[in-house]
């Protein structure tokens, strides 16, 4: 049985304040939620204070992001290290703001996805096309194509500890969100890639998560999907109340 993973990706979005509060009434969202976990993913600097706030609540929290090597001289960057120094247990990688915006490569990705399973950390690996690549019929090939670069020749126990976030670009921070069917079919198609690459016990036990636009109103719409196994939320996850949504949404799934 997978459990859900409601997680909220503040993006650059806070400031110190804001983040003080949203973290501050975070635990009270996850009284009686054994089939959900909730993670969220402050900007690196207030990690510090995240592990302060949340530390011994059952939230977990990461980056947003790491630099594809441990340490060195990599001027503004963080490494993978740091975030396990403030009790990081995951990271976002391959999101496609990071992928479209700062033009980060399949290899580039994969070699932090390395370096966050190397040191002990769960990486949330995103994949998703553009409405181009959707509209010319291409969605399998891309999305499966940024899977196998991510997890091919992985060994079987790294593999085992990744989540996988559908994030249709399209979709992000745009309102447009991916109707359930369309979620669903991705997901399926993923889940079907994983069980032909390496088994079916990985492929039904792989959470694969949802993300692009989620909100209180679609939240309950995806997540009763069978493949579509939580939430990666950017927006609505920096409002407490429809954060809060999203949890319950999950919790009586
Ligand atoms: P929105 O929920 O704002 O569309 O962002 C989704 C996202 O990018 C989560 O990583």
Known sequence: ????????????????????????????????????????????????????????????????????EPKGAFTGEISSIMLLDFDSTMVILGHSERRHVFGESDELIRKKIDLALDGGLIPIICVGETLEQREAGNTETVVLGQLQAALTGLNTDFVNKVVLAYEPVWAIGTGKTATPEQAQDVHRSIRNWIEKHFDKHMADSMRIVYGGSVKPANAKGLLSKPDIDGALVGGASLKINDFSEIIKAAKAS
Not at 26 to 54: C, G, H, M, W
């Open 1 to 68: 049985m997978r459990k859900f993973l409601i997680a909220g990706n503040w993006k650059m979005h806070t400031t110190a304040i804001e983040a003080e509060a949203l973290l501050k009434a975070l635990p009270e969202q996850l009284q009686d939620a054994p089939n959900v976990d909730v993670a969220v993913f402050p900007p690196s600097v207030y990690l510090d204070l995240t592990k302060r706030i949340l530390g011994g609540s059952k939230i977990f929290w990461g980056g947003q992001n790491i630099a594809s």
